[in-house]
């Protein structure tokens, strides 16, 4: 009888156990990071153009390492008809920075250009419809900071680009 009873005992405890809910496990301690957190720093990108004829033009903006988007009218305009229809420039891409002193830079600088599409009537009551072409340059490159690169060059003149980053 003592067997039986030590039997029932011992089948009672393992079903006991077995209907406890498990206790939540935790989680195991985070790892300190071994890199340090990346210090914010600002960067002015400058894109400066000779055009055969005329003075030199440029954009420049102030970004942090990522995305920048700039879209703006240029001074001059096109004369269509007697009215002035303006030239948009955009600058577009994203910075981000490497070892030492460079940079990668992808970029896209372009403009639109108008024309025209037609002329309605004759004399001096006649009118010209247009449209506007965008043209540009998208390309990708290293960068040094606060060194002037030649990123494009033809018979229409040069882009240049610099980089600078601007410590504290």
Not at 52 to 63: I, N, S, V, Y
Not at 86 to 113: C, H, M, N, W, Y
């Amino acid at each position: 009888m003592k067997i039986f009873a030590l039997i029932i005992t011992t089948l009672f405890a393992a079903f006991v156990c077995q209907s406890q809910p498990a206790l939540p496990q935790r989680p195991p301690p985070a790892m300190p990071s071994a890199e340090p957190a990346k210090e914010l720093v600002n960067y002015t990108i400058r894109v400066e153009w000779r055009e055969a004829k005329g003075d030199p033009k440029h954009l420049e903006l102030l970004t942090t390492e990522g995305q920048f988007n700039l879209d703006t009218i240029q001074k001059n305009s096109v004369k269509i008809n007697d009215n002035e229809v303006p030239i948009t420039l955009k600058l577009s891409g994203s910075l981000t920075e490497l070892a030492g002193d460079k940079a990668k830079l992808q970029l896209f600088l372009g403009r639109t250009v108008p024309y025209v599409t037609g002329t309605h009537g004759s004399g001096p009551l006649s009118t010209s419809s247009y449209s506007q072409l965008s043209v540009g340059l998208n390309s990708g490159f290293v960068v040094k900071f606060g060194k002037a690169q030649v990123i494009q060059s033809d018979e229409n003149g040069d882009i240049s680009i610099l980089v600078k980053r601007l410590d504290k």
